[in-house]
């Protein structure tokens, strides 16, 4: 039901935008949101935003990454700005039932996102 796509291979400073489309007429009323796993890391939740359009960001990536989501086109997106090569992971759009939490309910396939330095 989550179709997460965009990434790939960029060097240290560059952009990506990564975009979570999601089948189903509820889209509008679920919490979104992204994670990402590294190799030998916990899976950690990299930004969500609500239903009412409220966002959260982790420490790591706050004031470079942007996440936001298109209601019309059942589609979110994390834009990734002044990416590290402690950004490379492999990236998870998840989305929630209960429109104001923490995203876990339903989970996209990952797309890597890989930082050359």
């Known amino acids: 039901q989550l179709q997460a796509s965009g990434g790939g291979l960029v060097q240290a400073g560059g952009s990506l935008r990564l975009s979570c489309a999601a089948s189903?007429?509820?889209?509008?009323?679920?919490?979104m949101g992204w994670y990402r796993q590294a190799p030998g890391k916990q899976r950690e939740l990299v930004a969500a935003?609500?239903?009412?359009?409220?966002?959260n960001y982790a420490d790591s990536v706050k004031g470079r990454f942007t996440i936001s989501r298109d209601d019309a086109k059942n589609t979110e997106y994390l834009q990734m700005n002044s990416l590290k090569p402690e950004d490379t992971a492999v990236y998870y759009c998840?989305?929630?039932?209960?429109?104001?939490?923490?995203?876990?309910?339903?989970w996209g396939q990952g797309t890597q996102v890989t930082v050359s330095s």
């Open positions: 998840a989305a929630d039932q209960n429109p104001i939490a923490t995203p876990r309910d339903y």
């Open positions: 189903g007429s509820i889209f509008s009323i679920l919490a």
């Open positions: 935003i609500t239903a009412g359009g409220s966002t």
